[in-house]
């Protein structure tokens, strides 16, 4: 650009030189090496300005990284908490339980027993489901997921919204605050994956007609959304989101 831009002066220099003085041409000359200056020094300036801002970029992203690992860690230890709180004679009381109603009762009919052995059979299935998943949740930590639709606080709560109906809990808990600064009652959302088939109903029943009421409040890098749940969606609640890289997360409510 600048070398077509002094082309153009040299050019116009040649033809409105004729009959100028030496001293005339020596002027033009000089006019033209101080813009090619000033243009230099412009995009000089311009190119220190962009590299201030992609080292500037790149020190947030490093220090949101840091935050971000110390967010894993703070979850992981929670989820281990949660691993070892499960009672390690839980699922040997179960499979006794079991046992215990195979044997032989008089006066029991077969059909009350058969009910019995359902209803053991599925507390032992979750027992050992719930192990399952809690270090499955473990492992999904090593994997840091976004969605465009944490652009807007807004958005978020849609997809809640959307996913309960269909009872998909798989992006849950990519939902919470990466630096781990969410309330429980938000891992009551983020966690949803890992609950119990009674607590997912329950979940699913809560959100699945929820409605955002009017716009979000939105205060710097804090966010409040009004919303209406519940099985007539006649409750109103107040999640608040924080922006942590430019996108939104649940923080409490």
């Known amino acids: 650009m600048i070398k077509n831009y002094i082309f153009v002066l040299f050019a116009l220099l040649i033809l409105t030189s004729c009959g100028k003085s030496k001293e005339e041409i020596e002027l033009e000359k000089a006019k033209i090496e101080l813009e090619k200056t000033k243009l230099e020094l412009a995009k000089k300036n311009k190119e220190e300005e962009e590299n201030k801002i992609r080292q500037q970029k790149a020190e947030l992203n490093k220090i949101h990284e840091q935050k971000v690992n110390v967010g894993r860690r703070k979850k992981m230890t929670e989820l281990n908490l949660m691993l070892q709180e499960l009672p390690?004679?839980?699922?040997?009381?179960?499979?006794?339980?079991?046992?215990?109603?195979?044997?032989?009762?008089?006066?029991?009919?077969?059909?009350?027993?058969?009910?019995?052995?359902?209803?053991?059979?599925?507390?032992?299935?979750?027992?050992?489901?719930?192990?399952?998943?809690?270090?499955n949740e473990i492992a999904?930590?090593?994997?840091?997921?976004?969605?465009?639709?944490?652009?807007?606080?807004?958005?978020?709560?849609?997809?809640?919204?959307?996913?309960?109906?269909?009872?998909?809990?798989?992006?849950?808990?990519?939902?919470?605050?990466?630096?781990?600064?969410?309330?429980?009652?938000?891992?009551?959302?983020?966690?949803?994956?890992?609950?119990?088939?009674?607590?997912?109903?329950?979940?699913?029943?809560?959100?699945?007609?929820?409605?955002?009421?009017?716009?979000?409040?939105?205060?710097?890098?804090?966010?409040?959304?009004?919303?209406?749940f519940g099985a007539s969606s006649n409750r109103l609640e107040r999640m608040r989101m924080v922006k942590r890289n430019e996108l939104w997360y649940l923080s409490s409510f």
Do not use: H, W
Not at 104 to 130: D, H, M, P, V, W
Not at 143 to 172: C, L, R
Not at 192 to 218: C, D, H, P, S, Y
């Open 140 to 228: 999904q930590l090593e994997y840091y997921k976004t969605f465009e639709f944490q652009n807007n606080p807004v958005s978020v709560m849609e997809y809640i919204f959307k996913s309960a109906k269909e009872g998909d809990f798989s992006n849950f808990r990519n939902l919470c605050d990466p630096y781990g600064e969410n309330d429980k009652d938000v891992n009551q959302i983020c966690y949803a994956e890992i609950m119990t088939g009674i607590q997912q109903a329950e979940l699913k029943r809560e959100f699945e007609n929820g409605r955002v009421i009017g716009k979000a409040k939105i205060i710097g890098d804090k966010a409040e959304v009004e919303f209406a």
């Open 88 to 135: 390690p004679q839980a699922i040997s009381k179960a499979e006794q339980n079991i046992r215990e109603i195979n044997s032989f009762q008089i006066g029991r009919s077969s059909s009350t027993k058969e009910k019995q052995l359902q209803e053991a059979n599925k507390q032992l299935r979750e027992i050992q489901y719930y192990g399952e998943k809690l270090k």
